[in-house]
């Protein structure tokens, strides 16, 4: 590791103990599977896209196949099922309390950046933030199907979620900051979020894989529930981590900006 990615990693970490990123990880995975996970349990399974619904979804996340990918499956109901049980006023519920999840994301940006509280008339923000993420998702999942089993499908499948991903952190972070930060200045931790997620969807396949088969055998399905709920605590991790690691980026580099002006 060189001097300056040793500084960068040093500000990081002190950083992250300053806005809590343990707890604030945490918390974003007890809140995915509480209220967004259910919501995309209605969408996957209303979506046109062939498949087991959100089961796919959640298994081409971790990375997973085979076996690992059938316990996953085996957590949620069909599709047919979930649409004959849904209803307009459980689907609004679902999209009430996902817009929970934003207003923590909002708040860990906020700290993350030293800023105030945002307005409460900026709701209106924390609505499309979800809206935004949910459309990510539904791209991702879409890319698989173009070109399926052709050389193509991988690079689209890549572009889809790297590009992609890059330019939901990066406009995410600008959506529930307001104005209150640059456009320029949100680019490096909206790279660093989706460097982090690469990263966590390897570890997941090296991993995760092999647990979530282990861990049906031991404990049947909560096992899978465990891994499932760890990964989405990676993803925390992610989200928070790749923003406190741009913002850390950007605080190295003012120093000898100030430096050179005296």
């Not at 990880?25 to 399974?45: D, E, G, K, R, Y």
């Not at 690992?68 to 849904?86: C, I, K």
């Not at 890319?143 to 979620?161: D, F, I, M």
């Not at 990263?199 to 396949?205: D, T, V």
Request: net charge positive; hydrophobic share 55%.
């Amino acid at each position: 590791m060189t001097g300056y990615a040793r500084r960068v990693a040093v500000v990081a970490w002190r950083r992250g103990r300053e806005v809590e990123l343990l707890h604030r990880a945490m918390a974003f995975a007890a809140l995915c599977f509480v209220t967004l996970v259910p919501l995309l349990v209605v969408i996957a399974a209303a979506s046109p896209t062939r498949g087991s619904g959100i089961a796919d979804w959640i298994a081409d996340g971790l990375g997973l196949s085979g076996r690992s990918s059938a316990a996953v499956g085996q957590l949620f109901a069909s599709r047919r099922e979930v649409l004959s049980t849904t209803t307009g006023l459980s689907l609004a519920a679902l999209a009430l309390f996902g817009v929970s999840l934003m207003t923590a994301v909002q708040n860990a940006y906020e700290r993350i950046w030293q800023l105030p509280p945002g307005a409460w008339l900026s709701a209106w923000r924390q609505v499309a933030a979800l809206v935004g993420l949910i459309g990510y998702i539904l791209v991702a999942a879409w890319s698989r199907v173009p070109g399926e089993h052709t050389a193509a499908q991988p690079a689209l499948q890549v572009v889809a979620t790297v590009c992609g991903g890059v330019l939901l952190f990066w406009w995410l972070q600008r959506l529930l900051l307001g104005t209150r930060v640059a456009w320029r200045r949100l680019l490096p931790g909206a790279g660093a979020t989706v460097v982090a997620l690469v990263g966590l969807r390897a570890f997941s396949r090296l991993v995760f894989a092999p647990l979530i088969v282990s861990n049906v055998v031991a404990y049947g399905p909560v096992g899978t529930v465990l891994v499932v709920q760890s990964w989405l605590i990676g993803v925390g991790f992610s989200v928070y981590g790749g923003a406190i690691a741009g913002r850390a980026l950007l605080s190295l580099r003012a120093v000898p900006r100030r430096r050179g002006i005296r």
